[in-house]
């Protein structure tokens, strides 16, 4: 029932700026930590950072000074702005959300959104 939408992906310049958004939608009553992974061609899937409900915020070091998460808990969306983007950053980005359900009783799950095509190039 939870869905999560990825938007603001594309082409973009070596040295260019990308905003990624991800909003969640459905049955949820709430939402712990949200965060944005990758996955290169021929690549395992990484973690590029991820916030807590609070605002905590972590990031891999290949992106850190460059990227910056944020979220709007009443929007139930997450953000990563993007900045001096490289080539290496090129990949499929993905936004996973930890939804709290609370029917039939109080849980915590991951939802995964389809993923959003960054790519850089000259």
């Known amino acids: 029932q939870v869905q999560l939408v990825e938007s603001g992906g594309g082409l973009v310049q070596p040295g260019g700026s990308l905003r990624l958004s991800c909003a969640a939608s459905g049955s949820i009553f709430s939402i712990n930590a949200m965060g944005w992974y990758r996955q290169a061609p021929e690549k395992q899937r990484e973690l590029v950072a991820d916030?807590?409900?609070?605002?905590?915020?972590n990031y891999a070091d290949s992106v850190k000074g460059r990227f910056t998460i944020s979220r709007d808990n009443a929007q139930n969306t997450v953000y990563l702005q993007m900045n001096s983007l490289k080539p290496e950053d090129t990949a499929v980005y993905y936004c996973?959300?930890?939804?709290?359900?609370?029917?039939?009783?109080?849980?915590?799950?991951?939802?995964w959104g389809q993923g959003t095509q960054v790519t850089v190039s000259s």
């Open positions: 996973k959300a930890a939804i709290v359900a609370v029917t039939p009783y109080t849980y915590e799950y991951d939802s």
């Open positions: 916030i807590t409900s609070g605002g905590s915020t």
